[in-house]
C-alpha cells in the first residue's frame, strides 16, 4: 500500500521534475525602466559559448504593454565576437500581426512575445559573445516597452542538420 502511494506521488511529480530541469545555456531578462525605452538606454547581454559542434537557438523576449501603440519595435543590434569583431544590424521586431491581434501571450495588461530571434545558429567561435540592443524608432522614447530577455538554448549537434537550417554566426 505504501508502495503504491509513494509510485503515485512519484508519477504525479515528473512532469515538475523533467521540466525543472529544462535549462538554458542562458537566460537573462533586463528591465526597462518606467517602460520608457530610450536610445540612450541601450540593453547589453553577454553569453558564453564552449561548444562549436552544436545548435543554438536563441530567443528573444519582448515584454510591453497591451496599450502599446505600435505592430513592431525597431531595433540595432550590436554583436561583439569573441575575436573582438563587431556587427551591426537593424531588425524589426514584429508584436503584431497584420490585423493588429497580439503575437505571444496576453493579459489584459501586459503581453509578452518570443521571437525566435537566431533559430538553429551555428557558431564558429568559442568564448564570449556580447548583443546589444537600441531602440532604433523616430522617437526619443518608445512607451509601453517592459524588458527584454535573451535566452540561448543549446540543440543537437551540428551534423544532424542540414545545412539547409543552419544560419551561421560570423
Not at 537573462?28 to 559542434?53: G, M, R, V
Request: proline fraction near 2%; aromatic fraction near 14%; glycine fraction near 4%.
Amino acid at each position: 500500500m505504501r508502495k503504491k502511494i509513494i509510485s503515485k506521488i512519484l508519477f504525479l511529480l515528473f512532469p515538475f521534475i523533467f521540466l525543472a530541469c529544462k535549462g538554458y545555456e542562458y537566460d537573462e531578462k533586463k528591465n526597462i525602466k518606467d517602460a520608457d525605452w530610450s536610445y540612450k538606454d541601450i540593453l547589453e547581454f553577454n553569453f558564453e559559448i564552449s561548444d562549436t559542434n552544436s545548435l543554438y537557438n536563441i530567443y528573444l523576449e519582448v515584454a510591453h504593454d497591451a496599450a502599446y501603440t505600435a505592430q513592431n519595435l525597431y531595433a540595432r543590434v550590436f554583436v561583439t565576437f569573441p575575436n573582438a569583431k563587431e556587427r551591426a544590424d537593424l531588425v524589426s521586431l514584429e508584436l503584431a500581426d497584420g490585423r493588429g491581434e497580439w503575437l505571444g501571450k496576453c493579459t489584459s495588461k501586459k503581453c509578452t512575445r518570443r521571437i525566435p530571434f537566431m533559430p538553429n545558429a551555428a557558431f564558429d567561435q568559442t568564448g564570449k559573445y556580447k548583443l546589444k540592443f537600441e531602440q532604433f524608432t523616430r522617437l526619443e522614447k518608445v512607451k509601453g516597452i517592459e524588458s527584454l530577455r535573451l535566452i540561448v538554448e543549446k540543440l543537437k549537434d551540428k551534423k544532424d542538420f542540414s545545412d539547409k537550417t543552419k544560419k551561421k554566426v560570423s
